[in-house]
């Protein structure tokens, strides 16, 4: 008979107790927290990956300037080492006919690609008539601030 | 009758009411659960697919940046460019039928990443180079243009 015997008050299943309103609530609210976390985390992610995304267009579009600065110091030897200095401030490359570069002046600041990125070119002269210094600027926001990232290399005259 | 069986009290199980007001909120719970689940896998896909096209840009860029730097004369035809060498054979960089960039008929891209848009344009001396890239298994692209000066004569 004593095998039998369970006392009724402390079985869980025969317990006649609910939750209290109390209980619900946090129960409740500790859910909707722990999904609101869960949300948060990945729509952060994917913010954070939009901006890698847009910090690695920012480099190659800021990379191409010192390329075509580059092909310039071979192409355009005579305008870029000119007697008497060439300078270019705040410049921008456009093609001038098929297969030609060329640098022109922005008067409305820097160039802007895709709505989101400004960049700019300055050949500057150097206290070398023959070395040019070429510093390339682009600055876009990212999704969580500003941001400005900057090259700069030398353009060498090596002669006709 | 009805309301005496609906409502009534017992200890030895839920009446019908309680039965499915717990299963409705059952069903409501595994639906969100279900949603920021799917919702979570999908972003966290996207994220996958989108560093991959990053490091296959990069690569994409190393590659043609390494050949081009080297070559003394290049030739350009819409998706294909031809680099000539002073002490190398001719390399040939392409977008295959299969939507692949190719390097001398080698793929240098991935098998789950097609290339939908390549064109290579000939400047004095460089390359201005467009392309753009998706993941087989996604929605996401990445496109791309940028120049690539030759070394120095």
């Given at each position: ?60 579009y800021l990379q191409e300037l010192i390329e075509i600065a580059k092909d310039l110091e071979q192409s355009a030897t005579?305008t870029i080492f000119?007697?008497?200095?060439y300078s270019c401030?705040?410049c921008h490359p456009i ?6 570069w060329d640098l ?15 960049r700019s070119i300055t050949i500057g ?6 070395v040019k210094m070429a510093t390339a600027t ?12 900057t090259l700069e290399t030398y353009l060498y005259y090596?002669?006709? | ?122 400047m004095s001396r460089s ?19 940028t120049t690539i000066a030759q070394?120095g004569?």
């Amino acid at each position: 008979m004593i095998f039998f015997y369970r006392p009724k008050k402390s079985s869980f299943l025969s317990n006649n107790k609910g939750f209290s309103i109390v209980e619900a609530l946090v129960g409740i609210t500790i859910a909707a927290l722990l999904i609101l976390v869960f949300t948060s985390l990945i729509a952060q992610s994917i913010k954070i990956n939009q901006a890698n995304m847009k910090g690695v267009k920012a480099t190659m579009y800021l990379q191409e300037l010192i390329e075509i600065a580059k092909d310039l110091e071979q192409s355009a030897t005579s305008t870029i080492f000119a007697p008497g200095g060439y300078s270019c401030d705040v410049c921008h490359p456009i093609v001038i006919a098929p297969g030609v570069w060329d640098l022109t002046n922005i008067p409305g600041g820097p160039e802007t690609l895709e709505d989101t990125f400004h960049r700019s070119i300055t050949i500057g002269n150097t206290g070398d008539d023959n070395v040019k210094m070429a510093t390339a600027t682009i600055s876009w926001y990212d999704g969580f601030q500003n941001q400005t990232s900057t090259l700069e290399t030398y353009l060498y005259y090596y002669g006709q | 009758m009805a309301s005496r069986f609906l409502f009534k009290k017992s200890k030895s199980g839920f009446t019908l009411v309680e039965t499915i007001v717990a299963i409705g909120i059952g069903l409501l719970a595994t639906t969100m659960l279900f949603y920021i689940f799917t919702f979570g896998l999908r972003n966290i896909q996207t994220i996958k697919n989108t560093e991959k096209l990053h490091s296959e840009a990069n690569f994409l860029l190393n590659t043609f940046t390494y050949w081009i730097k080297q070559g003394e004369n290049v030739t350009t035809s819409g998706s294909t460019l031809e680099i000539e060498f002073p002490d190398l054979p001719l390399k040939t960089i392409t977008k295959s039928v299969d939507d692949r960039v190719t390097l001398d008929g080698t793929p240098i891209t991935s098998d789950d990443i097609q290339v939908t848009d390549l064109n290579f344009t000939g400047m004095s001396r460089s390359v201005q180079i467009r392309f753009t890239i998706e993941a087989k298994n996604g929605d996401e692209n990445f496109s791309a243009t940028t120049t690539i000066a030759q070394r120095g004569i």
